[in-house]
């Protein structure tokens, strides 16, 4: 058991490198989608109608089509992401990984009967994908396929078939078997996925109250929920269940409503204090929050990386600021950095109870950016939305320092912080000790044909190895380094500075060694 818990922590320590490649479309797609939607915002429109006609309305569609077409399918685009860069950057497993993608998902809406009308009435379950109707799994769908596929690709890329079928051997196989255990994942999706969907439906649904008073054990629940399930694609069952279906009200009419969102809008069509517009509220302080992250990631980037952290987080803070939308920052460190994922979501709920204790009520429409904060807030006078500002402001630059302080103190591996050093820059800076400390550290290692991958990550050497046996963490001190990991059959090695160089040293040395 020990053993297979160490195998599967090599293998997650390295998705998050894995997807960067996918990760770094997600600012592009999200600024598209956040100035198509502005300029096809009602409340926009009203002020400015021409945006709503001609060649105005054309562009703000293409822009949220383009923009949506990346945000709507990360699930593919990080399946592609993940066979790309755990089998050797291979345009081969590419191909695979698209053709187990559309195939899995083909198998699923074919043995559950999922329609395109299915799709559009029950989005919370369903959605389309490449033009198929099947479940929504999110972004969790993909790394499921891309993992599938990396484990086809390297299962099957070396196979040689009996003479007859030769033609097919090798990685020409790998395509083919990579739609033989689409079809089998597709098979299995389609039973477990629906109860793991109805399961946690039913575990959120219990939760119902007739209090029209959120309580704070059931926020918290919610919240938590949004959290654990915003990876898996699930998150959209909390929000429906908390918006739409949890709290009772009955309006000035005599008519019941449900759901907190909801009770918000008809306590302010009955000119009365809302009680649960404080939940709304608490998405500006999350969008801010956001924006404070980017800008942390930006400051606390290596000199080097300064340029291309901008780069990455400037679409993405401008989207948070436009709409709110959170994918383009969250995405970027998600699954490289869990413990900050987990910290940033619980200092949100900072932001949810001050607005609750200082009595803040502005609503949202969606999920809360600068439009909907204007038109909430000074236009419809949400209450005390001044005072939002300042919790904003104050909130968010506490984030700013806080994280910037913890990327340096647990030397973090988000974005600005890598230590990439590609062959050209390898044969520009490493000196004979470096690569001699390098063939050291192989022989060190067990050798050639006992390393089964090696990278790097901030101040880290990572190395996957057959056979750990006799390895300490002491075993590298010796060769400079400062400690190291020892978890079964992964190391993680703290080299400092140099611990890129070493990996790219390494890797080149270990293709050298299978050419020979």
Known sequence: MKEKLNSAFGTIQKIGPALMTGVALIPFGGVLMAFGTVFTNPDVLSVMPFLGSGVFSVIATLLNS???????????????????????????????????????????????GITAEAAAENWTIYTTTLGIPTLSMGVFGGLLVGGLTAWVYHKFKDTELPEALSFFSRKKLV???????????????SVVWPVIQGGINAFLG??????????IPLLMIMLGAVVVLLPFGLHTLSYVIWAFMLGTYVTASGATVNGWQTIYYAQMADGVRTTTGFILASNYITMTELMATGLAFIAAAKPKNKQKTKSMMAGGILTAFL?????????????????????????????????????????????????????????QGGQNWPLLIVVCLVH???????????????????PGQEEEVDDEEVTAVSSPDDIKLAGELIEVLGGAENIE??????????VSLKDSKGLTKDSFNKYGANGALVLGSNLQIIFGAKAALLATLIANQLKQSSKN
């Open 453 to 462: 991958a090696v990278d790097a990550c901030a101040t880290r050497l990572r």
């Open 175 to 189: 395509p083919i078997m990579a739609m033989v255990f689409g079809v089998v994942l597709g098979l299995v999706l």
């Open 206 to 215: 219990q939760f119902n109250s007739a209090s029209d008073v959120p309580s």
């Open 323 to 379: 709409t709110g939308i959170s994918e383009p920052i969250t995405f970027s460190y998600l699954f490289s950095c869990v413990p900050l994922y987990i910290i940033q979501a619980l200092y949100s709920w900072i932001g949810l109870f001050l607005c609750k204790w200082l009595n803040i009520s502005v609503g949202v429409s969606f999920v809360g950016g600068i439009i909907e904060f204007l038109v909430y807030g000074p236009i």
């Open 396 to 414: 968010a630059t506490v984030w700013y320092f806080l994280l910037q302080w913890m990327i340096k103190k647990f030397h973090w591996n988000v």
């Open 66 to 112: 383009v923009g949506g077409l990346i945000i709507n399918n990360l699930g593919f685009i990080f399946c592609m992401s993940m066979a790309l860069n755990f089998c050797e950057k291979d345009g081969v497993a590419v191909l695979s990984a698209v053709i187990a993608y559309m195939t899995t998902h083909l198998t699923i809406s074919g043995v559950l």
